[in-house]
C-alpha cells in the first residue's frame, strides 16, 4: 500500500508527494514556478532554484552530483506537476519512443511498457501522455479537458470506462480493436454469410462482406436478444447500421430473429408497417389466430385491420378455415406482412 502525503505551496496550491520523503520536503519554502512546484535552497556550497521532482530525486539518492541533476530533464508521467510521487517522476516522456507497426502502433510507457493502438487512435493521442494506472490500464494524463483519462473510452468510444471488457489475447494493453470484445465471441466465415458465436451459444448472422467489419467491432448481445455496437458514444442496433437507417425509419426482421442481420432480412420500413410484420399466433384471443376470433352460434369471425381501417372477410365453422382466408387477404393486401408465408 503506498502512503500519500500533500505539502503545500505558500498561495495554498497541492503537492502529492510520497509519505517516506515527505519529512525531508516539509521544511522547505515552495512556490510555483512555471506551472511546477519549486524552491530556493542552498545545495552543496550554492544557491539554487530547485524544482520539487528533482530534489525529490537528489534525496533519495538517486543522484550523487547535483550538477548532473540540474542538466537532466525530469517529466511528470500524468502531465500533472502537482503530483510529485516518485512513481510519476520519468527521465524519458511518455510516447516519446513508438514503432510503427503499419495498421498499428506500440507506444512505450516512461516504464518501458509496451501498448498497442491502431492507427487511427494513435493518430489521436501521439501529443498526449500516456501511463499504466494502477500498473495495469492504459491512460492518457489528459484528454478534451478531462484529466486521467482511460484509453479504452476513446477506443471504444464511450463515455465512461468499463470493465465489462474482453482482451482475446490476455493482454489489457493490447487496445486494437481487434483484441477487444464486450462478450467472448467468435468470428466464423461461412462464405455465403458470417457468423459471430457468442459464449452463450447465440449466434449473429451478418453478410460475408461484413467480415472485417464484424472481427474489427464490439458486439453487444443485449438482453432482448438484439446485437447492437457503439457508434460515436452511443449503442446503436446492428441492424440500423447494416441498414443505414434514418432517426424516423424502422428496420424490420422479416423472419422475426434479431440475431439474422443478413440484408435479405432486413428492410426499412415505418413503425405501423414493422407492427404488421408480427408472429400469427397469438394467445390473447380465443382462436389463437391473429385476426380469427370466436363469434355468436359457434362461428369463427374473421377482421383485417389495415391503416386504421377494419376489413371483416366473413365467418366461418372453424378457425383453421379462418385463418386460411385471414392469411390469403394479408398476402395479397399487406405485402410488407411476412406472418403467412
Known sequence: MIL????????????????????????????????????????????????????????????????????????????????????????????????????????????????????????????????LAGGVTPTMSSFNGKRGVSLIQLVLDVPNATNQIYYKNGNSCDLRKINLTKSMRTVVDKGEYIEVVFDNGDICLVDDDLLEFAKNNIFILSGNGYVYINVKGKRVGLHRVIMNAKDEE??????????????????????????????????????????????NGGKWATRVTIDGKTVRLGTFDNPNDANNVVANYRKENIPFSEMDK
Open 4 to 131: 500519500i502525503s500533500v505539502i503545500y505551496c505558500r498561495d495554498g496550491e497541492k503537492v502529492i508527494v510520497d509519505d517516506s520523503i515527505y519529512e525531508k520536503l516539509r521544511y522547505y519554502k515552495w512556490y510555483v514556478d512555471r506551472g511546477s512546484p519549486a524552491t530556493y535552497t542552498r545545495i552543496e556550497g550554492k544557491y539554487r532554484r530547485m524544482y520539487m521532482k528533482k530534489l525529490i530525486l537528489f534525496e533519495l539518492g538517486e543522484f550523487k552530483d547535483i550538477d548532473d541533476l540540474m542538466k537532466q530533464k525530469v517529466y511528470n508521467a500524468d502531465d500533472d506537476n502537482f503530483n510529485c510521487m516518485r512513481d510519476n517522476l520519468s527521465f524519458i516522456k511518455s510516447n516519446q519512443f513508438y514503432i510503427d507497426k503499419g495498421s498499428y502502433v506500440i507506444i512505450y510507457t516512461r516504464k518501458n511498457e509496451e501498448v498497442l493502438l491502431d492507427k487511427d487512435i494513435w493518430n489521436q493521442i501521439k501529443t498526449k501522455s500516456v501511463y
Open 250 to 295: 424502422i428496420v424490420d426482421h422479416i423472419n422475426w430473429n434479431p440475431l439474422d442481420n443478413r440484408r435479405v432480412n432486413l428492410r426499412l420500413g415505418t413503425q405501423s408497417q414493422n407492427m404488421l410484420n408480427r408472429k400469427s399466433r397469438q394467445t390473447n384471443n380465443s382462436s389463437g389466430y391473429r385476426g380469427v376470433h370466436k363469434a
